[in-house]
């Protein structure tokens, strides 16, 4: 089994040749170790995929597709359900390691949106995020190793075998089906996981959980529809460790008054939205810098409303924690307001929900679509926080000083807002083999 001795002399091999003299007095090499992002896209390489070239990428990707994720391998973007029933999806590099359970290492695999590193990004293909870096030592975040077969070995597991289920609540006022009255997350993390993931040299990177033995990520989608029933079958093909890729359905969103802020949604610190967005409990998360805050912190602010439209009245579709809640598996998801997108430096992949909740009849209600629109809507009595937000006032927003924090933290990395003409094309190949 290789070493990361050998790992990195195979890389290296051409500038060994090269400096090799005939000469019995020349001095021997003194190799540097090999570096992180090496190691990550050596380990696509022997799982029969092929590793990000950032001097030579694979799909180069128009402005209209406007695409965040240069190694994202291929994207579906029709959303007819009755063509498509998964709706929009990305197919994404997955890489293999170990993660540490009660019964010893067992393999995990998981895919990489961001890294906190500038040149660690660039490599990956990945979205540079500096702002991870201030998980460091807040208890929210794991760390990681190397075992000498250049593979991460995580300090935490998950466990993918639950059922996901949900029962919507009961009417209370102008609430209807949000809040849940019972949920249960179709994965939970253990207390040592988390997706902001240390590295040995110091960088952070957002490292998502999407399959081990115990079973797949419910955003896995199954060809025949992901059904429920369906969402740990190991033998799906849209999960192809032989390819080193995985497919995972994409969520809308609003952001600066534009649709199709599509992203996917991987693990949260509370088994609401969990069960809600389809995603990985894992409660280590909300130890991570700080809520309500920005822009303070690992986080960003986003924010969802309680009791947005039910029905699709202007073609603008229908919007809500509560359409969600309603609704069928998969069939809605919650299309929530987002502030800014990954080119500005200020993004997080971690997103601290900011809940809205209407206080007019819902022929009343309009599509939130940015938070200037929020905070009018907020200032006129439009629109009041949660009650069931965490935080009894705002806390230093600079993005709203009206929105409080419910507390609970989501990962959604942000992949692509392409422009209306991109929706019903792919790119790349959108499927594996």
Known sequence: MKNLRTIFLSLMACSIFVACSDDDDSPGIDLPPPSEASLLLESIRQDGGVPYDADNPILTFTADQNVFLPSVLGIDYRTDRSIVPAGPTARFPMFKGW????????ELYYVITEASDRDLARDLGVIFSPRMAASIGSGGEQNATWTDEGRLVFEGSVDFSPKRSLIAGPQDGLLFGFPPAEVNPGAIADARWSSYVVLPGGAVINAQPVANSTGI??????PDGNGPGQEDDLNNPNFAPDQAAVVMQLLDGWQNGKPYYF???????????????????????????????????????????????????????????????????????????????????????????????FTVA???RPILRSFDQINELLADGTLIPFRGNANPSPLANSLSNLLTATG??????????????????????PRNN
């Not at 809600?276 to 409990?281: A, C, K, M, T, Y």
């Not at 933290?409 to 790349?428: K, L, M, R, S, Y």
């Open 362 to 364: 819902e022929s009343e």
């Open 99 to 106: 993660e540490t359970t009660s019964n010893g290492p067992r």
């Open 263 to 357: 992203h996917i949604v991987t693990d949260t610190s509370d088994p609401g939205p969990a069960t809600i967005e389809l995603g990985v409990f894992a409660p280590r998360l909300a130890q991570l810098p700080t809520f309500g805050l920005f822009p303070g912190g690992s986080m960003l602010p986003f924010s969802p409303t309680a009791n947005g439209r039910t029905t699709d009245t202007d073609g603008n579709g229908v919007q809500g924690l509560n359409s969600a809640s309603l609704s069928d598996r998969q069939v809605q998801d919650p299309t929530n307001t987002f502030p800014i997108d990954p080119r500005d430096e200020r993004y997080a992949p971690m997103w601290d929900a900011h809940i809205t909740e």
């Open 408 to 429: 609970a933290i989501i990962n959604c990395p942000v992949i692509t807002q392409p422009e209306a003409n991109v929706i019903g094309t792919q790119i790349g190949t």
């Open 217 to 222: 990520h419910d955003r896995i989608p199954h």
